[in-house]
């Protein structure tokens, strides 16, 4: 079984920046589609950004509220998943989920059709 584990959340005030991390043991990303994820209160998973390897280059996608204020990357070693938080806003807590594995192709955005999650990240922006 994988498991993801994701560190780098916390307290920020608006206009700040987070780096948000998420990496699995003897797990690695380079042949995978992995997303971030953020879920507020009991609400749904909403996707945030994704990474497809499905084809060279990578293709990176954004939702449109994050879009020029966040960015989704691998390093180098394809074992360690970023998320670049910017310019955050109280609309973007509280928490946020890595995900791996999209077993369905064209379900980008759908979160139940990621199969490797970690348990969440915590994110405070105050205003």
């Known amino acids: 079984r994988v498991r993801l584990v994701e560190s780098g959340g916390g307290s920020v005030q608006e206009g700040g920046s987070l780096r948000l991390s998420c990496t699995a043991a003897?797990?690695?990303?380079?042949?995978?589609?992995v997303a971030w994820f953020r879920r507020a209160g009991d609400g749904e998973r909403v996707g945030v950004a994704v990474?497809?390897?499905?084809?060279?280059?990578?293709?990176?996608y954004y939702a449109d509220f994050v879009k020029g204020r966040f960015t989704i990357s691998k390093d180098n070693t394809k074992t360690i998943l970023y998320l670049k938080m910017d310019n955050l806003t109280p609309d973007d807590r509280p928490t946020y989920y890595c995900?791996?594995?999209?077993?369905?192709?064209?379900?980008?955005?759908?979160?139940?059709?990621?199969?490797?999650w970690g348990l969440g990240t915590q994110v405070t922006v105050s205003s």
């Open positions: 995900a791996a594995f999209r077993s369905r192709r064209d379900d980008t955005w759908n979160w139940t059709a990621y199969r490797y």
């Open positions: 003897s797990y690695s990303f380079s042949r995978v589609s």
């Open positions: 990474i497809d390897t499905d084809g060279t280059p990578e293709s990176t």
